[in-house]
Protein backbone atom coordinates (compact mmCIF):
# COMPACT_ATOMS: atom_id res chain seq x y z
CA UNK A 1 0.00 0.00 0.00
CA UNK A 2 3.10 2.28 0.99
CA UNK A 3 4.22 1.75 -2.66
CA UNK A 4 1.43 2.19 -4.09
CA UNK A 5 0.45 5.77 -2.56
CA UNK A 6 4.53 6.15 -2.90
CA UNK A 7 3.94 5.78 -6.62
CA UNK A 8 0.73 8.39 -6.90
CA UNK A 9 2.86 10.90 -5.34
CA UNK A 10 5.79 10.74 -7.64
CA UNK A 11 3.10 10.58 -10.58
CA UNK A 12 1.31 14.30 -9.16
CA UNK A 13 4.20 15.99 -8.76
CA UNK A 14 5.57 15.28 -12.28
CA UNK A 15 2.33 16.06 -13.49
CA UNK A 16 1.99 19.34 -11.53
CA UNK A 17 5.25 20.40 -12.73
CA UNK A 18 4.29 19.75 -16.22
CA UNK A 19 1.64 21.50 -16.22
CA UNK A 20 3.19 24.26 -14.47
CA UNK A 21 6.61 25.23 -16.30
CA UNK A 22 5.35 25.27 -20.22
CA UNK A 23 7.86 27.77 -20.66
CA UNK A 24 10.07 24.57 -20.75
CA UNK A 25 8.07 22.83 -23.35
CA UNK A 26 9.17 23.26 -27.20
CA UNK A 27 5.99 25.17 -28.66
CA UNK A 28 4.90 25.18 -31.93
CA UNK A 29 6.27 28.41 -32.82
CA UNK A 30 9.76 27.52 -32.16
CA UNK A 31 9.45 24.38 -34.20
CA UNK A 32 8.11 26.43 -37.02
CA UNK A 33 10.31 29.15 -36.81
CA UNK A 34 13.53 26.78 -36.57
CA UNK A 35 12.18 25.29 -39.97
CA UNK A 36 11.90 28.28 -41.38
CA UNK A 37 15.27 29.67 -40.55
CA UNK A 38 16.29 26.31 -42.07
CA UNK A 39 15.35 26.96 -45.24
CA UNK A 40 17.50 29.45 -45.56
CA UNK A 41 20.10 27.82 -47.86
CA UNK A 42 21.75 31.13 -48.20
CA UNK A 43 22.65 34.72 -47.30
CA UNK A 44 20.87 35.45 -50.27
CA UNK A 45 17.33 33.96 -49.43
CA UNK A 46 15.79 30.82 -48.84
CA UNK A 47 14.22 27.84 -50.80
CA UNK A 48 11.23 25.81 -50.34
CA UNK A 49 12.88 22.71 -48.41
CA UNK A 50 16.03 23.12 -46.19
CA UNK A 51 17.63 20.94 -48.65
CA UNK A 52 15.77 22.93 -51.69
CA UNK A 53 17.36 25.70 -54.32
CA UNK A 54 17.36 29.00 -53.10
CA UNK A 55 14.20 31.33 -55.94
CA UNK A 56 12.34 34.33 -55.14
CA UNK A 57 9.01 32.72 -54.32
CA UNK A 58 10.64 30.94 -51.43
CA UNK A 59 12.16 34.48 -50.26
CA UNK A 60 8.98 35.91 -50.14
CA UNK A 61 6.76 32.99 -48.49
CA UNK A 62 9.79 33.42 -45.72
CA UNK A 63 9.21 37.40 -45.11
CA UNK A 64 5.84 36.36 -45.27
CA UNK A 65 6.51 34.06 -42.67
CA UNK A 66 8.41 36.34 -40.31
CA UNK A 67 6.01 39.13 -40.47
CA UNK A 68 2.40 36.69 -39.82
CA UNK A 69 5.29 35.65 -36.52
CA UNK A 70 6.20 38.88 -35.59
CA UNK A 71 9.82 37.74 -36.28
CA UNK A 72 12.65 39.83 -38.09
CA UNK A 73 14.69 38.79 -40.65
CA UNK A 74 18.44 38.93 -40.36
CA UNK A 75 20.73 40.53 -43.10
CA UNK A 76 18.00 42.11 -44.77
CA UNK A 77 20.34 43.68 -47.13
CA UNK A 78 21.51 40.20 -48.15
CA UNK A 79 17.66 39.68 -49.58
CA UNK A 80 17.78 42.96 -50.96
CA UNK A 81 20.91 42.55 -53.21
CA UNK A 82 19.54 39.01 -54.53
CA UNK A 83 16.30 39.99 -55.69
CA UNK A 84 18.20 43.23 -57.17
CA UNK A 85 20.08 40.49 -58.95
CA UNK A 86 17.18 38.81 -60.57
CA UNK A 87 16.12 41.80 -62.06
CA UNK A 88 16.61 42.25 -65.83
CA UNK A 89 17.19 45.06 -67.94
CA UNK A 90 13.61 44.85 -69.06
CA UNK A 91 12.68 45.81 -65.66
CA UNK A 92 11.01 42.82 -64.97
CA UNK A 93 12.22 39.86 -62.46
CA UNK A 94 13.23 36.01 -62.39
CA UNK A 95 11.87 33.40 -60.08
CA UNK A 96 15.84 31.98 -60.09
CA UNK A 97 19.22 32.91 -61.16
CA UNK A 98 19.42 32.68 -65.55
CA UNK A 99 15.64 32.13 -65.52
CA UNK A 100 13.39 34.64 -67.80
CA UNK A 101 11.57 37.39 -66.21
CA UNK A 102 7.94 37.29 -65.62
CA UNK A 103 4.57 39.06 -64.24
CA UNK A 104 4.12 36.31 -61.78
CA UNK A 105 7.74 36.52 -60.84
CA UNK A 106 7.93 40.89 -60.89
CA UNK A 107 4.75 40.78 -58.72
CA UNK A 108 6.66 38.71 -55.59
CA UNK A 109 9.38 41.31 -56.09
CA UNK A 110 7.32 44.04 -55.32
CA UNK A 111 6.00 41.93 -52.65
CA UNK A 112 9.12 40.91 -51.38
CA UNK A 113 10.83 44.45 -51.27
CA UNK A 114 7.47 45.78 -49.45
CA UNK A 115 8.34 43.71 -46.40
CA UNK A 116 11.76 44.71 -46.79
CA UNK A 117 10.48 48.25 -46.33
CA UNK A 118 11.81 49.66 -49.51
CA UNK A 119 11.67 53.71 -50.00
CA UNK A 120 8.62 54.16 -52.54
CA UNK A 121 10.45 57.17 -53.98
CA UNK A 122 13.19 54.25 -55.11
CA UNK A 123 10.71 52.18 -57.19
CA UNK A 124 11.06 54.54 -59.71
CA UNK A 125 14.64 53.97 -60.55
CA UNK A 126 14.09 50.16 -60.16
CA UNK A 127 11.69 50.92 -63.41
CA UNK A 128 9.61 47.99 -62.66
CA UNK A 129 6.38 49.40 -63.68
CA UNK A 130 6.59 49.49 -67.54
CA UNK A 131 7.43 45.99 -67.52
CA UNK A 132 4.48 45.15 -65.35
CA UNK A 133 2.23 47.42 -67.79
CA UNK A 134 2.97 45.79 -70.47
CA UNK A 135 2.89 42.51 -69.48
CA UNK A 136 0.06 42.72 -68.11
CA UNK A 137 -1.90 44.09 -71.32
CA UNK A 138 -0.54 40.84 -73.05
CA UNK A 139 -2.11 39.19 -70.75
CA UNK A 140 -5.29 40.49 -69.88
CA UNK A 141 -6.52 42.74 -73.69
CA UNK A 142 -7.24 41.24 -76.88
CA UNK A 143 -6.39 42.97 -80.01
CA UNK A 144 -10.25 43.50 -81.61
CA UNK A 145 -9.54 45.37 -85.31
CA UNK A 146 -6.71 47.47 -83.88
CA UNK A 147 -8.09 48.38 -80.43
CA UNK A 148 -7.63 46.61 -77.12
CA UNK A 149 -10.12 44.87 -75.27
CA UNK A 150 -10.95 42.69 -71.75
CA UNK A 151 -10.06 39.44 -72.88
CA UNK A 152 -12.37 36.63 -71.81
CA UNK A 153 -12.19 36.35 -67.43
CA UNK A 154 -11.15 32.67 -66.61
CA UNK A 155 -9.39 31.69 -63.01
CA UNK A 156 -6.48 32.87 -64.94
CA UNK A 157 -7.23 36.12 -65.88
CA UNK A 158 -9.41 36.77 -62.80
CA UNK A 159 -6.02 36.16 -60.80
CA UNK A 160 -3.98 38.13 -62.77
CA UNK A 161 -6.46 41.26 -62.47
CA UNK A 162 -5.99 41.16 -58.97
CA UNK A 163 -2.00 41.32 -58.60
CA UNK A 164 -2.22 43.99 -61.62
CA UNK A 165 -4.04 46.07 -59.38
CA UNK A 166 -2.75 46.24 -56.45
CA UNK A 167 1.23 46.04 -57.61
CA UNK A 168 0.28 49.27 -59.80
CA UNK A 169 -0.96 50.58 -56.67
CA UNK A 170 2.28 49.59 -54.35
CA UNK A 171 3.84 51.49 -57.61
CA UNK A 172 2.31 54.21 -57.06
CA UNK A 173 0.99 53.94 -60.79
CA UNK A 174 -2.78 53.65 -61.46
CA UNK A 175 -3.25 52.31 -65.07
CA UNK A 176 -6.04 53.78 -67.18
CA UNK A 177 -8.67 50.92 -66.52
CA UNK A 178 -11.86 49.95 -67.84
CA UNK A 179 -12.92 48.96 -64.22
CA UNK A 180 -16.63 49.83 -64.77
CA UNK A 181 -16.90 47.23 -67.78
CA UNK A 182 -14.36 44.93 -65.30
CA UNK A 183 -16.75 45.48 -62.53
CA UNK A 184 -19.48 44.50 -64.45
CA UNK A 185 -17.98 40.99 -65.96
CA UNK A 186 -16.78 40.32 -62.49
CA UNK A 187 -20.04 40.42 -61.33
CA UNK A 188 -21.70 38.55 -63.83
CA UNK A 189 -20.22 35.31 -63.08
CA UNK A 190 -22.05 34.63 -59.55
CA UNK A 191 -25.68 33.28 -60.87
CA UNK A 192 -29.27 34.60 -60.58
CA UNK A 193 -28.85 31.91 -57.28
CA UNK A 194 -25.66 33.26 -56.03
CA UNK A 195 -23.64 30.54 -57.12
CA UNK A 196 -20.31 29.62 -59.29
CA UNK A 197 -19.29 27.89 -61.94
CA UNK A 198 -16.85 26.58 -59.57
CA UNK A 199 -15.07 27.01 -56.63
CA UNK A 200 -12.30 28.62 -58.10
CA UNK A 201 -14.39 31.32 -59.83
CA UNK A 202 -16.01 32.54 -56.06
CA UNK A 203 -13.01 32.71 -54.38
CA UNK A 204 -10.88 34.67 -57.22
CA UNK A 205 -14.13 36.84 -58.06
CA UNK A 206 -14.84 37.74 -54.60
CA UNK A 207 -10.63 38.67 -54.05
CA UNK A 208 -11.00 40.89 -57.13
CA UNK A 209 -14.09 42.48 -56.97
CA UNK A 210 -13.02 43.66 -53.11
CA UNK A 211 -9.88 44.70 -54.68
CA UNK A 212 -11.87 47.32 -57.17
CA UNK A 213 -13.91 47.96 -53.50
CA UNK A 214 -16.78 45.81 -55.00
CA UNK A 215 -19.07 43.33 -53.65
CA UNK A 216 -20.57 40.52 -55.56
CA UNK A 217 -24.22 40.75 -56.73
CA UNK A 218 -25.60 38.79 -53.59
CA UNK A 219 -22.43 39.08 -50.93
CA UNK A 220 -24.71 36.71 -48.48
CA UNK A 221 -25.07 33.76 -50.98
CA UNK A 222 -21.57 34.26 -52.24
CA UNK A 223 -20.75 33.33 -48.88
CA UNK A 224 -22.63 30.45 -48.60
CA UNK A 225 -21.61 29.22 -51.50
CA UNK A 226 -18.37 29.20 -50.52
CA UNK A 227 -19.21 27.29 -47.01
CA UNK A 228 -20.73 25.10 -49.30
CA UNK A 229 -17.52 23.72 -49.70
CA UNK A 230 -16.80 22.96 -45.88
CA UNK A 231 -16.38 18.69 -45.56
CA UNK A 232 -17.41 16.82 -42.87
CA UNK A 233 -14.64 17.19 -40.92
CA UNK A 234 -15.03 20.99 -40.46
CA UNK A 235 -12.14 22.52 -42.96
CA UNK A 236 -12.55 23.60 -46.70
CA UNK A 237 -12.29 21.20 -49.77
CA UNK A 238 -12.23 22.85 -53.44
CA UNK A 239 -14.75 20.48 -54.69
CA UNK A 240 -18.43 18.71 -53.33
CA UNK A 241 -18.02 15.97 -51.00
CA UNK A 242 -13.95 15.90 -52.09
CA UNK A 243 -10.55 15.74 -49.69
CA UNK A 244 -9.99 18.90 -47.80
CA UNK A 245 -6.79 20.53 -48.47
CA UNK A 246 -4.50 23.06 -47.05
CA UNK A 247 -4.92 25.47 -50.47
CA UNK A 248 -8.37 25.34 -50.54
CA UNK A 249 -8.75 26.83 -46.97
CA UNK A 250 -6.63 29.35 -47.42
CA UNK A 251 -8.44 30.03 -50.86
CA UNK A 252 -12.06 29.77 -48.77
CA UNK A 253 -10.82 32.17 -45.88
CA UNK A 254 -9.03 34.48 -47.83
CA UNK A 255 -12.13 35.47 -50.18
CA UNK A 256 -14.80 35.10 -47.35
CA UNK A 257 -13.06 37.67 -44.81
CA UNK A 258 -14.09 40.13 -47.18
CA UNK A 259 -17.94 38.67 -46.72
CA UNK A 260 -18.19 37.82 -43.55
CA UNK A 261 -16.51 37.73 -40.17
CA UNK A 262 -14.22 34.37 -40.25
CA UNK A 263 -13.13 34.74 -36.69
CA UNK A 264 -16.92 33.53 -35.54
CA UNK A 265 -17.31 30.48 -37.78
CA UNK A 266 -18.70 27.95 -35.84
CA UNK A 267 -16.33 25.59 -37.64
CA UNK A 268 -13.11 27.86 -36.28
CA UNK A 269 -11.69 24.83 -34.28
CA UNK A 270 -12.06 22.12 -36.54
CA UNK A 271 -10.11 23.97 -39.45
CA UNK A 272 -7.22 24.82 -36.85
CA UNK A 273 -7.19 21.24 -35.37
CA UNK A 274 -7.01 20.51 -39.68
CA UNK A 275 -4.50 22.75 -40.16
CA UNK A 276 -2.02 21.39 -36.86
CA UNK A 277 -2.72 17.93 -38.26
CA UNK A 278 -0.47 19.16 -41.33
CA UNK A 279 2.21 20.49 -39.25
CA UNK A 280 5.26 17.97 -39.12
CA UNK A 281 6.29 17.60 -35.06
CA UNK A 282 10.03 19.90 -34.26
CA UNK A 283 8.72 21.32 -37.81
CA UNK A 284 6.71 22.71 -40.13
CA UNK A 285 3.79 22.39 -42.14
CA UNK A 286 2.78 20.28 -45.35
CA UNK A 287 0.27 20.05 -47.76
CA UNK A 288 -0.79 16.64 -46.91
CA UNK A 289 -0.46 13.43 -44.75
CA UNK A 290 2.63 12.02 -45.37
CA UNK A 291 4.10 14.60 -47.52
CA UNK A 292 7.55 16.63 -46.20
CA UNK A 293 6.80 20.04 -45.21
CA UNK A 294 7.15 23.09 -46.71
CA UNK A 295 8.27 27.01 -46.81
CA UNK A 296 4.86 27.12 -48.67
CA UNK A 297 2.46 25.19 -46.93
CA UNK A 298 3.82 26.75 -44.17
CA UNK A 299 2.77 30.34 -45.27
CA UNK A 300 -0.41 28.90 -46.46
CA UNK A 301 -0.91 27.37 -42.54
CA UNK A 302 0.25 30.31 -40.80
CA UNK A 303 -2.16 32.46 -43.02
CA UNK A 304 -5.62 30.16 -42.64
CA UNK A 305 -4.65 30.84 -38.55
CA UNK A 306 -3.80 34.68 -39.11
CA UNK A 307 -7.46 34.94 -40.87
CA UNK A 308 -9.15 32.99 -37.94
CA UNK A 309 -7.32 34.83 -35.43
CA UNK A 310 -5.43 31.42 -33.72
CA UNK A 311 -1.78 32.37 -33.86
CA UNK A 312 -2.05 32.35 -29.87
CA UNK A 313 -2.13 28.28 -30.81
CA UNK A 314 1.32 28.31 -31.47
CA UNK A 315 2.41 28.82 -27.93
CA UNK A 316 1.22 25.66 -27.17
CA UNK A 317 3.47 22.98 -26.76
CA UNK A 318 4.45 20.67 -29.71
CA UNK A 319 3.40 17.63 -29.48
CA UNK A 320 5.46 14.72 -31.10
CA UNK A 321 2.91 13.02 -32.72
CA UNK A 322 4.66 9.91 -33.46
CA UNK A 323 5.03 9.40 -29.69
CA UNK A 324 2.56 10.88 -27.98
CA UNK A 325 4.41 13.07 -25.06
CA UNK A 326 5.40 16.79 -24.86
CA UNK A 327 9.30 17.26 -25.48
CA UNK A 328 10.93 18.71 -22.86
CA UNK A 329 14.82 19.49 -22.70
CA UNK A 330 16.18 17.03 -20.75
CA UNK A 331 17.88 18.52 -17.75
CA UNK A 332 14.09 19.05 -16.81
CA UNK A 333 13.32 15.06 -16.90
CA UNK A 334 16.46 14.98 -14.76
CA UNK A 335 15.46 17.64 -12.15
CA UNK A 336 11.83 15.36 -11.95
CA UNK A 337 14.13 11.93 -11.52
CA UNK A 338 15.73 13.70 -8.66
CA UNK A 339 12.77 14.88 -7.14
CA UNK A 340 11.55 11.37 -7.12
CA UNK A 341 14.35 9.85 -5.61
CA UNK A 342 14.91 12.75 -2.82
CA UNK A 343 11.24 11.29 -2.04
CA UNK A 344 12.43 7.83 -1.97
CA UNK A 345 15.24 7.94 0.05
CA UNK A 346 13.42 10.10 2.51
CA UNK A 347 10.55 7.38 3.03
CA UNK A 348 13.33 4.38 3.20
Known sequence: MRYSLFSLQCISIVLLLLLATPAYAVTRNKSIVDFVDS????????????????NLE????????????????????????????????????????????????????????QYLNLNRSQYTKWQIFPFLNDTANQL????????????????????TW?????????????????VIDLVDQVKSLQYANGSYYSFGYAIQSVILLSTLGELPNDPDLAAKYILSYIQSNGAFSSTIDGSPSLLANYQALK????????????????????????????SGFRESKGSDPTLTATMLALSVLSYLQQLDELQAPDVLQEVGFISYPTSFMLMSIGIIAMIWRRRR
Open 58 to 113: STYNALVVHSILGKPVNNTLDLLYYIQTLQNRSGGFSNMENNSQSFDATVLAVGAL
Open 255 to 282: ALRHLIDVSSLKEVADITRYIFSLQVAR
Open 140 to 159: LFTDKNGSLELARLDLSHLE
Open 162 to 178: NKFILTSAYLNNIPDLP
Open 39 to 54: TRVSDLGFADTPDGIL
